[in-house]
């Protein structure tokens, strides 16, 4: 089965934690978050994958380069000029041929079921699927309203509460026909959700919508950013971490785990760093009495400076040793990301 990965994305919103990095390759729990859109791609049976470039290709490249590595056989299409979602998959066309295709965003955070999705797809015949994703609080992204068939019938962009007529937040993941690719023009820009799917609704096309269980989050805020680093370690959202973030063993039955855990992390500018942290978690309602301080249900961070040298401390408590060593390690992650 082959998938287009949309990985052109600057992330203009996550510059503090990306800088001159595309989106796609934002660290989630010592990966890329391409890395693990692409595992999840070669876990549902999706080994041929052409990735849409435009900023930065070349970083996405040396590091992925055929995919070999992950299992899969890797293209890559470079856009030259502003397509749009759908405009840039309709540039892949080569790759795609005469295929159903799914279409994946190389910047979300998810472990949804795509076989799912792609069988409910050729099972119902549709000229486009889209993975949905109940929201209780979906003001961020577009919403779907679906008749009792599953078939949608209308779209609702980014509304505010007076216009929220469904829980069924579009995703970005589709799974495309043949016929649907026709509807795009070539070397035009052209949206998905605001060109294609109404012009195939208004043609009385069934356009389908399967709601997926599982995790999904458009990481696009530093926000919803470290909110998926901290859903990833407490299990919500089900990802292969890198090596820092595995889950160790205990050392011994009979040694107490300590009630901490503490990293030190050496820095250029300890001041702008921690700047540079503080305007990041905002957000979060951080606590700036003593560094920065949040205070959760189920763990409580700090980061502060040291006075001998330029390095920040990170400390986290939690009842659970080994989810706060694999938090501490996110938060030092984040601070690196924030330094480059």
């Known amino acids: 089965m082959k998938a287009i990965l949309l990985a052109g994305g600057e992330g203009t919103r996550l510059k503090a934690v990306t800088g001159d990095l595309p989106k796609p390759m934002v660290p989630l729990l010592g990966r890329p978050l391409m890395e693990h859109i692409l595992r999840l791609l070669q876990r549902n049976g999706f080994t041929q994958v052409c990735a849409a470039l435009k900023y930065r290709p070349e970083d996405i490249r040396s590091v992925f380069g055929d995919g070999s590595a992950l299992g899969l056989s890797l293209e890559y299409r470079v856009e030259t000029a502003n397509l749009g979602t759908a405009g840039a998959v309709k540039n892949c066309s080569d790759f795609i041929g005469d295929e159903d295709v799914l279409v994946i965003s190389g910047d979300a955070a998810c472990d949804l079921d795509l076989r799912e999705l792609f069988e409910r797809h050729r099972a119902r015949g549709a000229i486009a699927t889209l993975a949905l994703h109940r929201d209780s609080a979906p003001l961020r992204y577009g919403l779907t309203v679906t008749d009792a068939s599953g078939a949608i019938r209308a779209f609702v962009e980014k509304p505010c509460w007076g216009q929220v007529v469904s829980d069924l937040v579009n995703t970005g993941i589709y799974v495309l026909s043949p016929r649907a690719l026709q509807r795009i023009p070539a070397e035009k820009s052209f ?150």
């Open 191 to 340: 949206d998905f959700g605001r060109d294609l799917f109404p012009l195939l609704i208004q043609q009385k096309e069934l356009v389908l919508g399967v709601p997926l269980e599982g995790y999904w989050c458009d990481v696009g805020t530093p926000l919803s950013y470290y909110q998926c680093c901290v859903d990833a370690l407490e299990g919500r959202l089900q990802l292969e971490p890198g090596d820092a973030f595995q889950r160790k063993p205990p050392e011994t039955a009979a040694e107490p785990e300590p009630e901490s855990f503490i990293l030190e992390l050496p820095c250029r500018d300890r001041a702008a760093l921690m700047g540079r942290l503080s305007q990041w978690m905002l957000e979060m309602d951080a606590d700036y009495s003593d560094g920065i301080c949040l205070h959760k249900p189920n763990f409580e961070l700090q980061i502060a400076a040291l006075d001998t040298r330029s390095a920040l401390r990170i400390a986290v408590n939690a009842e659970d040793t080994e989810f706060a060593r694999r938090l501490a390690f996110s938060a030092k992650e984040l601070a690196e990301a924030l330094e480059k």
